[in-house]
């Protein structure tokens, strides 16, 4: 009985997570770092990826976003705009102001 239970227990331990980030409550999420993937889908849910094309990649500090982007300004031409934004949340954040990459407002 007592190595049944220990083979059971060993199997279970031994069993990969299937959890993907995106099932996964935003804390937890979010303490397992940033990748290019989650940096790009944490851009797209920002008001900036409505008027800036970015190309957005993990930062090189643990938990951060790279995103250098063109971004249409008030003349209707195309600035071009980088910054370093924490994931995800100051990447969920940015905002076009006249195409400068800014985070929450102008």
Request: net charge positive; proline share 4%; hydrophobic share 35%.
């Amino acid at each position: 009985m007592i190595r049944t239970i220990a083979f059971f227990t060993a199997v279970i331990c031994a069993l990969p997570l299937s959890a993907s980030a995106g099932s996964l409550p935003r804390s937890v999420a979010a303490s397992t770092g940033s990748s290019d993937a989650r940096c790009l889908q944490a851009f797209q849910q920002s008001a900036a990826a409505a008027t800036c094309s970015a190309n957005v990649s993990a930062g090189n500090e643990p938990g951060t976003c790279a995103v250098q982007a063109s971004c249409r300004n008030s003349r209707g031409s195309i600035s071009k705009s980088s910054t370093k934004a924490s994931y995800p949340e100051g990447v969920e954040k940015l905002v076009n102001c006249n195409g400068n990459l800014r985070q929450r407002r102008c």
